[in-house]
């Protein structure tokens, strides 16, 4: 089974290459963010998610492993599961390893999308102008999530760097040109 962590800061281009990937390797797509936007608005959980996105803060731990355990479960014969926005946390990746574990499989490898502060910053407001996604449109609340990410999200890519599971991939380019460097690294895992 392939599972890919897709990786990156907030608007590095996870969600299109995610799909493209899917696309070509019939893989599932799990993004905790589309999940939690997904979620019924009237729902405890929604309104606790949605509390913690709209200020660009994290949804804790325990919150977001119950959410993605029930999305995989959804797909109990997936040839591979593409993991875009999680883990969010190295304790969300060790729950994340248990949780595969669990199931006879683990982490295949974690794609890290590289790009610049000012780079991301530009996409996430022009994606604000194209979505209507109101935490992309909020300067503050762009850097909010860009720092909550280096705090609390980048460390993951130690925690898999440890296992020589972690690829680092530069994001800024053409969609294609990622997407074929995104596809020779798994290429290359495969062969």
Known sequence: MLNIV??????????????KLVEKYGLVHISTGDVFRAL?????????AKGYSDKGD?????????????EVSKHPNAK???YDGFPRTTA?????????????TSVTMMLSLVVEEDELKQRLLSRAEVSGRKDDADVNIIQNRIENYNKDTAPVATFYKAQSKLTEIAG???IDEIFDNLCSSINQLQD
Request: proline share 7%.
């Open 172 to 174: 800024v380019g053409s």
């Open 92 to 104: 969300q990746a060790e729950a994340l390893d248990r949780f595969l574990l669990n199931k006879g």
């Open 40 to 48: 019924d608005p009237q729902s405890d959980l929604a309104k606790l």
């Open 80 to 82: 591979g599961v593409i």
């Open 58 to 70: 994290l949804v804790p731990d325990d919150v977001t492993i119950k959410i993605l355990e029930s």
């Open 6 to 19: 897709l990786f990156g800061p907030p608007g590095a281009g996870k969600g299109t290459q995610s799909a």
